[in-house]
């Protein structure tokens, strides 16, 4: 199975900047895209940020230009760079990923989450 973990949270101005990480480890055949996701009282989990190797990156039009996803397969990291934070970015933040623990055994696997503040 897969495990990951999230840090970085925090409380932090609206204009500041924040770096999320997620470490993975486990025993997994394959990993596949990862992503990072959002969710705030009284909404769902909705996707933030997304990459794939073979893809790139996407991210949700709310955070176009001021976010950056970006992965370390050799350490096992992912990462998500936010800058010019606005109050709208507060939520807790979700580290998910797409896994085979053997060949055709594809599902999701999804950290505890660490939550993001931003106050005006």
């Known amino acids: 199975q897969v495990q990951l973990v999230e840090s970085g949270g925090g409380l932090v101005q609206a204009g500041g900047s924040l770096k999320l990480s997620c470490v993975v480890s486990g025993s997994y055949y394959n990993l596949g895209a990862m992503a990072w996701y959002r969710q705030v009282p009284g909404k769902q989990r909705r996707l933030v940020a997304r990459i794939q190797s073979k893809v790139g990156a996407n991210y949700a039009d709310s955070v176009k230009g001021r976010f950056t996803i970006s992965r370390d397969n050799d350490k096992n990291m992912l990462y998500l760079q936010m800058d010019s934070l606005k109050n709208e970015d507060t939520g807790v933040y979700y580290c998910?990923?797409?896994?085979?623990?053997?060949?055709?055994?594809?599902?999701?696997?999804w950290g505890q989450g660490t939550q993001v503040t931003v106050s005006s």
């Open positions: 998910n990923a797409y896994a085979a623990v053997r060949v055709g055994s594809w599902r999701d696997y």
